[in-house]
């Protein structure tokens, strides 16, 4: 395996969803909880025609024995996990 290559998986759709959350931040600023930015990101998202699902749950399942739920803020495209809390530290850490 060659280490020395990197590749984004699901590019064109990771820098449409990272500048949706530029667009939230830039709007309503820095500071407020979390879920003001999860539902204008959801504005965003229909603005933009990106699928989302808010919020999705899924069986947390241990040797076939089901032991808690995982429920993330919003699964974009089907495939990418998006959480605000995160995204407004990595953003503001920009």
């Known amino acids: 395996m060659d280490t020395n290559k990197h590749e984004l998986l699901l590019k064109n759709e990771v820098f ?7 667009q939230v931040l830039n709007t309503l600023g820095h500071g407020l909880f979390e879920k003001p930015y999860e539902n204008a990101l ?9 699928p989302f699902l808010q919020p ?15 429920i993330p803020d919003l699964v974009v495209y089907d ?12 953003l503001f850490c920009q």
């Not at 749950?57 to 808690?68: A, C, H, L, N, S």
């Not at 495939?79 to 990595?90: H, N, Y």
Request: net charge negative.
């Open 16 to 22: 449409q969803i990272v500048g949706c959350a530029m």
């Open 42 to 50: 959801v504005v965003e998202f229909g603005l933009q025609n990106i």
């Open 56 to 70: 999705p749950r899924y069986e947390v399942i241990y040797k076939d024995i089901k032991v808690g739920e995982y």
């Open 79 to 90: 495939a990418i996990i998006v959480d605000t809390k995160t995204i407004e530290a990595f």
